[in-house]
């Protein structure tokens, strides 16, 4: 009787400590042409926990830099500006897409190319990181124009 009391506690408690964290779902890399030099990630963050959770930073081995980056439109031109961290509010999500937040991946070591999976570690504001892989992907269709702000190398 004690073993299964124990086993169901574990099983318990690991399901608490999902339930209570920061869970990223649907990471992809949009598939860039052979001669690009910058490439964007998307995912969905949600925030599980009790209070507001920021995402400062992402590394990944595969690329120079990496920014966090809002979309900013003027006029009909959609500008890139990088942000320091993204807050996710305590209880709810934040999705990052073509034409809006974005995780841009900026000098490309090792062009992946679609099917491949890019391994990302998000780092947060509460000193947790997490490993994500994300899957490239070919993508069809026209993006919006983009203009790159503050991009400094």
Known sequence: MFKSFAGLMLVFLSFNTWAESVTIEDAWIREAPPTATVMAAYMHIHNRLKENVSLLS?????????EIHKTVMEGELASMV???????????????KPGGLHIMLIGVKKRPVAGDEVK??????????????????????????????EHHH
């Open 58 to 66: 992402v590394d990944c081995d595969q690329y120079d830099t990496i």
């Open 82 to 96: 990088k942000i320091e961290a993204l807050e996710v509010p305590a209880g709810e999500h934040v999705d990052l």
């Open 120 to 149: 990302l570690t998000l780092k947060f504001s509460d000193d947790s990181q997490q490993d994500v892989m994300a899957k490239v992907k070919k993508v069809t269709g026209k993006m919006p124009m983009h203009q790159h702000h």
